[in-house]
Nanobody
Framework: QVQLVESGGGLVHTGGSLRLSCVASGSIFNIYAMAWYRQAPGKQRELVADSSRIGNINYVDSVKGRFTISRDNAKNTVYLQMNSLKPEDTAVYYC???????????????WGEGTLVTVSS
């Protein structure tokens, strides 16, 4: 059983910072892409940032220069450092990972339950 558990969300003022963490646990053979998505009230879930296992990184334009994704493959963990936060960053942030449970098995999408980030103006 594989689980992704996020932490680090909370309430912060405009211009503040937060660091999100997501740990993958369970029976894991390999983790490929890891990513952060977010879903604001009344909006569709969007990709915020993703990181391949070899370090290729992408960001949505709205967070470029403010957010940094990083991962520690030895700890099966991905981070999202969020600086210069804006009210429009308010959302539930979800961790996503493509995980292979066995050597011959497929890569399966796993999601965390989400952590709420609220940025007050």
């Amino acid at each position: 059983q594989v689980q992704l558990v996020e932490s680090g969300g909370g309430l912060v003022h405009t211009g503040g910072s937060l660091r999100l963490s997501c740990v993958a646990s369970g029976s894991i053979f390999n983790i490929y892409a890891m990513a952060w998505y977010r879903q604001a009230p009344g909006k569709q879930r969007e990709l915020v940032a993703d990181s391949s296992r070899i370090g290729n990184i992408n960001y949505v334009d709205s967070v470029k220069g403010r957010f940094t994704i990083s991962r520690d493959n030895a700890k099966n963990t991905v981070y999202l450092q969020m600086n210069s936060l804006k009210p429009e960053d308010t959302a539930v942030y979800y961790c996503h990972a493509g995980i292979q449970v066995t050597f011959v098995g497929p890569v399966v999408d796993y999601w965390g339950e989400g952590t709420l980030v609220t940025v007050s103006s």
